[in-house]
């Protein structure tokens, strides 16, 4: 007979062949959510920005072409003696944000139009000198009519809603 060899017993409690898989799937996880997570935060902050700057140059166009139409009924409104209406086709929304217009007499014909986003922080101021009178106010972005009456009391160009 030969000796009786000792049986070997496997206990689950001491098992840890598997750890080793599972806790690097655990921190390959964790290691990825904290890269992504920074990643998103970084990055919104820069579309943040960028979309600030598209604001801004949006708002820039958008004063210059309504300046460009105010003085093209200002030249109307000296060439003829009667009613001016100039149509002024602008955006409602510029980068997906709406705005707003106003018009302030900085005295001697000169007018500051103020383009203003609603909803972030970004405004644009652009100089306007014109012959006739420009009526002071605030329009919100879209479809406006630039009108001058000469039958008025006091004739003055003045921004509308259409």
Do not use: F, K
Request: proline fraction near 3%.
């Amino acid at each position: 007979m030969s000796p009786a060899r000792p049986r070997r017993r496997w206990s689950l409690g001491r098992d840890d062949r598997a750890v080793s898989t599972t806790l690097g799937y655990v921190l390959s996880l964790a290691i990825a959510s904290l890269l992504v997570s920074g990643l998103m935060l970084a990055g919104g902050g820069y579309v943040e920005t960028e979309r600030e700057q598209v604001i801004r140059s949006e708002l820039e166009v958008v004063g210059q072409t309504l300046v460009a139409d105010v003085e093209g009924a200002d030249r109307l409104a000296a060439a003829i003696d009667g009613t001016v209406s100039v149509r002024s086709a602008l955006p409602r929304r510029v980068g997906s944000s709406a705005y707003s217009i106003e018009l302030s007499d900085q005295g001697g014909g000169v007018t500051l139009v103020t383009l203003s986003a609603a909803s972030v922080d970004v405004s644009v101021s652009l100089r306007l000198v014109t012959n006739t009178p420009l009526a002071e106010g605030r329009v919100e972005g879209g479809e406006l009519v630039v009108v001058y009456d000469a039958a008025d009391a006091s004739p003055t160009l003045e921004v509308q809603t259409r």
